[in-house]
């Protein structure tokens, strides 16, 4: 059994103020001719096919092109998505019914009640059934009702129905991400004389593994939305969206392919790619090829005194540039245009401006959290704050501190 693995798409996407429609195109037809070449007998697309839940119809039409023209490429190929955490789940699952017959299966909305499962795929080979589990993205708070409703007839088997001595402060709780992803893959009858393989797009981690995360994605405070890969161990290979760079998790087969084009600056110079993924008889090691995709632009950070980067080749690159000059620089923009036409950023960091960074280094080690926060304040608003912010203010601060 091949199959690719592709993700994060975000189509409609744009890098600063440049639209990408010609840059996403350009993947897209390199994905179709891996297509072509290979002929997998499926390929995975792992969420976030489109950057924004109301995608422009420009977006639309794009992946409804790459769509139509994988599907027309071979009649045996099979096409499996799940939407993400930019996409609107009913709206990618909308005519899902109709597109199964096209050999396109589409899961965007989660399992709900007790009756309805993770969309499961079968298909065959040579060596027997495949399963593939199409997992969309989830918050706690999509299953809560589904999960407590199941913990708590659980609960009640244990104490012979009777609900009188059941203790029900557990049901005022709330669902971690770990503990919702754990808990919906448990409640699925997984064969493991089978080979099984799941589609799934979620923070996942490796024990004490730390995964760096793009600036292009959505980043939670002390990474609350971090599941425990191991609930991924009955799986012969996790295909995984959400990462923009490829990783492994833990395991060679538990995998990330990364976006298919660069998303940030802090994805430049990064490789992009997807995966080729074959699947041989049970208990055999599963292959895994890298397919590279080259970008029609690259995403480049340049670095140096202006008239160092003016000698650079002409480039329709995207560019970050961070210039050193200590003198006064005039009409930089319109020199730095001449040589490159997709500018992303120009910023300064010369002798004047680290001096100035180390002195306010210096600074805010001496000011308490109050003078920091009445600063900031002042700098971002342009005011001061007023005695009764920073009452409240005090008392938070206060409450932090006996914490």
């Known amino acids: 059994m091949k199959f690719f693995h592709i993700g994060d798409l975000h189509i409609g996407k744009q890098l600063h103020q440049y639209n990408l429609k010609e840059d996403q195109e350009y993947i897209l037809n ?38 139509t023209e994988l599907s027309e490429l071979s009649h045996k190929t099979e096409i499996m998505m799940i939407s993400g955490n930019h996409d609107s789940a009913e709206r990618l699952e909308f005519a899902s019914s109709i597109l199964e017959k096209e050999r396109i299966h589409i899961a965007g909305i989660v399992p709900k009640k007790k009756n309805e499962f993770i969309k499961k795929v079968v298909l065959k080979d040579s060596y027997g059934q495949v399963n593939f589990y199409l997992f969309p993205f989830i918050k706690p708070a999509y299953v809560r009702n589904l999960l407590k409703e199941e913990e708590l007839e659980k609960r009640q088997k244990r104490v012979d129905g009777k609900e009188d001595d059941l203790d029900n402060s557990e049901d005022e709780k709330g669902f971690t991400y770990d503990q919702a992803v754990q808990a919906m893959i448990a409640r699925e009858f997984i064969n493991e004389q089978e080979r099984n393989v799941i589609l799934s797009h979620q923070f996942y981690l490796w024990q004490n593994q730390e995964i760096e995360r793009s600036l292009s994605e959505i980043i939670t405070v002390g990474n609350i939305d971090s599941v425990h890969a191991d609930c991924l161990e009955k799986f012969e290979y996790a295909a995984l969206g959400h990462i923009h760079k490829p990783v492994k998790v833990g395991k060679d087969w538990i995998r990330y392919c990364g976006s298919m084009l660069p998303y940030s600056i802090s994805e430049a110079e990064q490789e992009k790619g997807i995966f080729m993924v074959e699947l041989l008889e049970k208990g055999k090691k599963v292959s895994i090829k890298t397919l590279p995709l080259i970008p029609l632009r690259k995403v480049r950070k340049l670095e140096g005194n202006l008239e160092d980067i003016l000698k650079e080749e002409k480039s329709s690159d995207f560019v970050s540039i961070l210039l050193k000059d200590d003198e006064e620089l005039l009409e930089v923009r319109q020199k730095l245009l001449e040589v490159f036409d997709h500018i992303l950023e120009i910023r300064l960091h010369n002798s004047y401006i680290r001096k100035i960074y180390q002195e306010e280094e210096i600074t805010l080690k001496e000011l308490k959290p109050l003078e920091i926060f009445k600063q900031f304040y002042q700098e971002i608003l342009t005011k001061e704050i007023s005695q009764e912010q920073e009452a409240i203010l005090k008392e938070i601060l206060e409450k932090c501190e006996d914490k």
């Open 30 to 67: 390199q994905i179709l001719e891996y297509a072509r070449q290979e002929k997998p007998d499926a390929v995975l697309i792992a969420g976030d096919i489109y950057d924004r839940a109301v995608p422009s119809a420009e977006a639309v039409e794009i992946f409804n092109h790459f769509l």
